[in-house]
């Protein structure tokens, strides 16, 4: 028995135009989604606190569960997995580093120097100062518009992305942005700069000395000034002391205005101070001999503290974080250029992206790469020494000769008679220099090369 089954049109019509109802629907939906979430954004943090070499404060920025360490080496570590997730390898000289948009970072490198670090293409994007540019940038700021601004030997720079606009006076100080149109500038006055005129602030007093600052929401200022927190807001003026803050014995040595209007301030000891606009709170670390390097706020204003257990070395350097009511249990902080070792001397690691020299309990103190040093990149070998020789240089050899750690020419050694070769293997004794190349042994005595290969030697190849 065949059965013959007949289509309905009115249903699949129906069916059509429920599908067509669906899609609607569908992208209706993502479109509601994607403007509540320009709305109401989900919790993706690109304003990252500023990272700013001032004082001896100089290892951390931090964006949430990121920390962001400076000086000579910027490195990011995922606390949360222990794991150190990226190396910066254009960071020698490294003054200063802002979050920029998208993700991207605004650099001031060797006081003269501002480019854009693209995350997202791993490359930089530079600023052209032009010829009438600042002779001496401090420091680097960028207002809500997205213009970077730049503070220098007797001028202001503000940059709108294609062109700068300098505004000259008669000072050197740091810039400090507070919206699109103004800013302070750090001296002695400090000032305030408005559409292009500059108005004397303040001055700070006697036995005090500037170590930091940040501007709250209303462009008030605070200063950390080592033996007073001052505020400056409008004409007036309040300073905070051991007489009406807690610090007894403390300094101000650093100073962050969080995103609820909440105060955070310490010196070099284990305490940090908050004030909430009228009371003052102290939170003490879990141990009192820890001495604070540094601390930033993350996105929900809590801070997080790198601190050591001695003042001058900082040794044994932990993270500890506030989790609104006390500190998490710290958490070991050493950050090593560890991965993608090619070769070690006694106080240097060459990786894939260049040159490391480290010191007391393996702090990064140096490092060489591009692009400075691009030779860096490449090291086959660092040279050795015998125990008959007391010289503490450590040249490496690459594939294209041989070269200083800073990436100059190899002192003690005539590279203009060295071929254009790849250098496996360096080693002094007795005052002589052997060096292994593809081409055969070159051995140096200080006045001359003798290359011994298969056809003059021993050596089974070259």
Same mark, same amino acid.
């Not at 593809?438 to 006045?447: A, I, K, M, R």
């Given at each position: ?156 720079g503000i940059f709108n992305g294609t062109s700068w606009q300098y ?14 149109? #103004? ?6 006055? =400090? +000032?305030?700069?408005? $559409?292009?005129?500059? %108005? !004397? /602030? ?78 003052? #709170? ?6 009192? =001999? +820890?001495?604070?390097? $540094?601390?930033?706020? %993350? !996105? /929900? ?91 503490? $240089? ?42 292994c190349t593809n081409n055969g042994l070159l051995v140096y005595n ?17």
């Amino acid at each position: 028995m065949v059965s013959i089954h007949f289509f309905n049109c009115n249903l699949v019509r129906q069916l059509y135009v429920c599908k067509i109802k669906n899609i609607l629907l569908l992208i209706f939906f993502i479109l509601f989604i994607t403007k509540a979430k320009a709305q109401f954004p989900i919790q993706q943090v690109y304003d990252v606190p500023y990272y700013w070499y001032n004082d001896n404060h100089n290892r951390i920025m931090i964006k949430d569960s990121f920390i962001y360490e400076g000086g000579s080496c910027l490195q990011i570590r995922n606390i949360l997995s222990g794991k150190t997730e990226y190396r910066w390898t254009n960071h020698s000289k490294l003054v200063m580093l802002l979050p920029y948009k998208y993700g991207n970072y605004i650099y001031l490198k060797d006081n003269s120097y501002i480019g854009v670090y693209d995350t997202l293409l791993s490359d930089y994007v530079n600023i052209n100062t032009g010829p009438s540019a600042i002779s001496n940038v401090n420091s680097i700021g960028i207002s809500p518009n997205g213009n970077i601004w730049a503070g220098g030997y007797q001028k202001v720079g503000i940059f709108n992305g294609t062109s700068w606009q300098y505004y000259p006076y008669n000072g050197n100080g740091n810039v400090k942005v507070i919206n699109d149109t #103004s800013a302070y500038i750090s001296g002695n006055p =400090f +000032i305030y700069f408005h $559409n292009g005129v500059f %108005d !004397s /602030l303040f001055t700070m007093p006697q036995n005090t000395y500037f170590r930091d600052w940040d501007v709250d929401s209303p462009g008030g200022l605070w200063i950390a000034g080592n033996r007073k927190l001052i505020h400056v807001q409008d004409t007036v003026v309040t300073y905070f002391d051991s007489t009406n803050a807690p610090i007894g014995t403390e300094l101000f040595r650093k100073v962050v205005v969080g995103k609820n209007g909440h105060v955070w301030t310490c010196g070099d000891k284990g305490n940090l101070f908050e004030y909430d606009g009228a009371n003052w #709170s102290v939170h003490s670390l879990m141990a009192g =001999f +820890i001495n604070i390097d $540094n601390f930033n706020l %993350d !996105s /929900l204003s809590r801070p997080w503290v790198i601190a050591g257990g001695s003042s001058n070395l900082y040794w044994g350097m932990s993270i500890y974080v506030w989790n609104g009511s006390s500190f998490n249990s710290p958490v070991y902080f050493r950050f090593m250029p560890y991965q993608d070792i090619k070769e070690i001397s006694p106080n240097e690691i060459a990786t894939v992206e260049g040159v490391f020299n480290f010191g007391y309990n393996f702090q990064v103190t140096q490092f060489h790469g591009n692009p400075d040093f691009p030779e860096a990149t490449d090291v086959n070998c660092f040279r050795r020494y015998s125990q008959y020789s007391s010289n503490q $240089n450590y040249p490496y050899g690459t594939h294209t000769g041989i070269y200083n750690s800073d990436g100059t020419v190899a002192a003690g050694l005539d590279t203009s008679m060295l071929p254009n070769d790849t250098v496996n293997y360096l080693l002094n004794d007795y005052g002589s220099d052997y060096i292994c190349t593809n081409n055969g042994l070159l051995v140096y005595n200080g006045v001359f090369y003798n290359t011994f290969n298969s056809s003059n030697s021993p050596l089974p190849s070259n």
